[in-house]
């Protein structure tokens, strides 16, 4: 690229048609299992599903740990109070990587939109 060309025109030049293909694969409205299943997808897809597993195995072994402290006797229930708040960090943590994963793509996808408008309004002042 030439560094003494405007700014759209380089966007215009950068822009393939991976790019439109990325777009038109794109819903205007997405709900959040659509998202979700959008970050399933691309270089960490497996990090995303191996991530979604995770969390359920973790809230499933919060839920268990959960009725364990609250049944139990003594000294247990703090052992397994204890148990429950780790795994309820971790399930945080795991959830805020997933999320911001999503949040990430949302942005990508609105950068995405605004180079092709910006190529379009380039193509239209030729």
């Keep these: 690229m030439n560094p003494s ?3 759209d025109e380089r966007i215009t030049e950068a822009l393939g048609a991976d790019d439109h293909a990325f777009l038109a694969s794109l819903d205007t409205d997405r709900g ?19 991530a979604f597993a995770i969390a359920i195995a973790i809230g499933l072994a919060l839920a268990y740990c959960f009725y364990r402290a609250v049944t139990a006797q003594g000294d247990a229930m703090v052992g397994w109070g204890l148990v429950t708040l780790g795994l309820l960090i971790m399930q945080g943590f795991l959830k805020e990587w997933m999320f911001a994963r999503m949040n ?3 942005v990508l996808r609105e950068v995405k ?11 239209a002042r030729d």
């Design 32 to 50: 959040m299992f659509r998202q979700i299943g959008d970050s399933w997808h691309g270089p960490l897809g497996g990090w995303a599903r191996f």
């Design 5 to 7: 060309k405007p700014t």
């Design 104 to 106: 990430m793509l949302t």
């Design 113 to 123: 939109r605004l180079q092709v408008q910006v190529a379009m309004l380039e193509e």
